[in-house]
């Protein structure tokens, strides 16, 4: 315990308060603990070990007690607990202390369970990891209705839920259930559930409303003990059915990771195995998962993402102070295609301000509002809006042929073809009717937004404002500084974004900025391979094989299709304009979108012959192991050059931009861990992108 203390020693202590209460229906008395940190719920309550020290000591206190019916457990208000404090893990350095990590929840939360009455836990607010866990070991749970947030998050970062929960949770709800919440949800891109969904999973057996969730709770505990309520819950099937449940889950696992995070894996094992062990078996081979992933490069590197999108991408490096911001008060549109009405529908809904669109014709325009509107019933029909949110959105989105509309407008966005005269022409229009102050976006993927802004009047207020499709899911904003942008346009992109509530990251204003630079630069060295002669099967199949596969969300060509060859052309083209030795053109890709085609593949997966035979002809074919060499060879040596040019305060913005706006795997942290891990970094560039012990095990 000593020794984890000292490398926990920041550890912000989660209190155990006992206090008695005497419950309904002469039912007894319950010995009720809170737990609490002492913060609001903007600090959950999380688990370290001095605060498993407190919790234990408090059980030792009630253990002894001969007066109590029950033992409770809950938590802070909104807040019940999300799991293990994390913030000391990165500094461990032995297998022993990881170890002990594992036995010590174990054996504190089981004394929950090993009581001499029985216990329930309360489920008031957010759930996680060990929050969830902990109330898997009481004998009865209940859970409140206006929970956010519950899971077991444990593979996302790089570990496995290891205080009982792969154990725990299939020997409760059977294994199909349970690898949704351990394996499933966690693949999803850290999907949790509402607390309705939890107690329909049967996680709960029963739930409240939570604006007398802890009343109703102790009404109902008082009926269990009292005999008037018996809970049943249906039996397991140990047999088929949970056999069953895992491979399917395990072939998933494989397909969309192909053993590139071993987490999944180790926690795919231990549901499995938890069909035959009992609790001592289980809760030792927890512990061994913990100790061989808190030990491992994978967990730091998750930890390290983690990291990044908690706290980063919060305090974005480089952003001008936020009081220079501008208020916004109305937005401006140009365009109404697809993707500005996208954005239409963002900024009404988060900002709650009158949005206009402009475009060409009235067809057009009439199709964006009519779109916009259309978006905002979804959201109604599906229960996300109530019936007068979603009168007052609609009202609020209007469209206008005449740009004169944005006279009143405080920031105006273009959403027009991705063409430099087109755009610069808009703003020179748009620039006739607004005032100095209003600040000029553009949505561009790769043009200058110096060059952009050129001409302008007051190209000072010209800002790049780059945002990832489907704008309402991908979180990250590339906020773009032109050479003559001011700190007021900037600061007033920055805070209109976090109100967005999108994560902004400050970049240079330089061809494709960061997301779509790095992924052309590994889909420019995928296609030449292909061009000389590697099959495209092959090509595809490379970062995903090997010793050390990347794991990426989707294969290089999938990626393709879903951009478009021709979008993914044309920033190739810009890229190849600016740097014509390291993203050269294809001109059977050129061929390929002459020819109209969407993708290399058919509707039903298959490669498209024709596509087959436009890539035909090449006479120098790489193997699997020498396309994902020459892949991984291209991204180390444009992150370094970005970082040199700085494009980028730093790697960590880099690994911000790739897995806020490309998906790119936690377990990779991003890229640049990867690129160290694997040495390629070094043989490459010459030296590392992080420093030993940033993303990766201490030197």
Known sequence: MSSLGEVFADEVVTHAHVRDVTLPYSAGTLALITLDNGFDHTKPNTFGPNGLAELNAA????????????????????IFAVGADLKGVPLITSREDAAAIGRLGHDVFRRLGELHVPSFAYYNGAAMGGGVEIGLHCTYRTISSGVPA????EAF?????GWGGTYLLPNLIGAEKALKVVVENPLAQNRTLKGGQAYELGIADALFDSADFLEESLAWTARVLSGDITVTRPEVDKGKAWDDAVATARWNVDGRLHGAAPAFTRALDLVAAAKDRTRDEGFAAEDEALADLIMSDEL????????????RAKRPAGAPDKSLARKVTKVGVVGAGLMASQLAVLFARRLEVPVVLTDLDQERLDKGVGYAHGEID????RGRLSPDKANRLKSLISGSLAKDAFADADFVIEAVFEDMSVKRKVFAEVEEYVSAECVLATNTSSLSVTEMAAGLEHPERVVGFHFFNPVAVLPLLEIVRGERTDDAALATAFATGKALKKSCV???????FVVNRVLLRLLAEIVRTVDEGTPIEVAERALSHGPAPLGLPMPPFVLMGLVGPAIALHVNETLHGAFPDRFPLSDNLARMVEAGKSGVYLPDFSLDPEVVEIFAGGTSPSTEEQVLDRALAALADEIRIMLDEGVVAAAQDIDLCMILGAGWPFHLGGITPYLDRSGVAERVTGRRFLEPGVASLPA
């Not at 253990?63 to 809950?74: E, F, L, Y």
């Not at 519950?150 to 998050?153: K, M």
């Not at 970062?157 to 839920?161: E, N, Q």
């Not at 730091?300 to 706290?311: E, I, P, S, V």
Request: hydrophobic share 50%.
């Open 506 to 512: 400050l970049v240079r204003d330089a061809p494709a």
């Open 59 to 78: 059980i030792d206190t009630i253990a002894v007690r001969d007066d109590i019916a029950a033992v409770g457990v809950t938590g802070k208000p909104f």
């Open 157 to 161: 970062l790089g570990l496995v839920p």
């Open 378 to 381: 979804g959201l109604l029909g």
């Open 300 to 311: 730091r590197a998750g930890l390290y993402a983690f990291d990044l999108t908690q706290k």
């Open 150 to 153: 519950f899971a077991l998050p």
